[in-house]
């Protein structure tokens, strides 16, 4: 007759070590060699999953996160690694190694003539955070003309 643990009682530690099926969350399933290993003050699941190419992919584990544990024969671990084959890394993240560099902004005459007037980095990259949609053809043109906002409009500047 087996009993059920008293609430609150410490879980034994866990021990297994072999090839087994192992569900994380009950949403992704893998197969492999798997072991406790001892990560900093607590224990973990190691699990050495087998990829095609006769390597090892290592993936640590919380013992919280094991949805079910299936202890198996290496072939049986083999085939379900196997068909869920890990990617330590993915090839999109992969990609973001090849991206050039963003390249700094230099900010260029006119630019820096707007930083002066006192307009905002959305005014500036033309993106307004003003809620009309009537262009502020005033601002523009001193703006283009190098003058301020505040400065009375001269049109023999233009």
Do not use: C
């Not at 297994?16 to 699941?45: F, S």
């Not at 930083?115 to 283009?144: F, K, L, Q, W």
């Amino acid at each position: 007759m087996t009993t059920e643990p008293e609430q609150g009682a410490v879980p034994e530690q866990f021990t297994y070590d072999g090839w087994a099926v192992v569900e994380i969350y009950g949403h992704r399933r893998t197969g492999g060699r798997v072991k406790p290993q001892a990560l900093g003050p607590a224990v973990w699941i190691r699990i050495d999953v087998p990829n095609r190419g006769g390597r090892f992919t290592t993936q640590f584990y919380n013992p919280g996160s094991i949805f079910s544990l299936t202890p198996s024969g290496e072939r049986e671990a083999r085939a379900v690694a196997y068909a869920n084959e890990p990617e330590p890394v993915s090839r999109w993240e992969m990609r973001a190694l090849d991206a050039p560099a963003p390249r700094p902004h230099v900010v260029d005459a006119e630019e820096q003539r707007m930083r002066d007037a006192g307009y905002s980095d959305a005014e500036i990259s033309g993106h307004s955070d003003e809620s009309d949609d009537e262009p502020d053809t005033e601002r523009d043109d001193a703006v283009r003309d190098n003058a301020r906002v505040d400065e009375p409009f001269d049109p023999d500047r233009i």
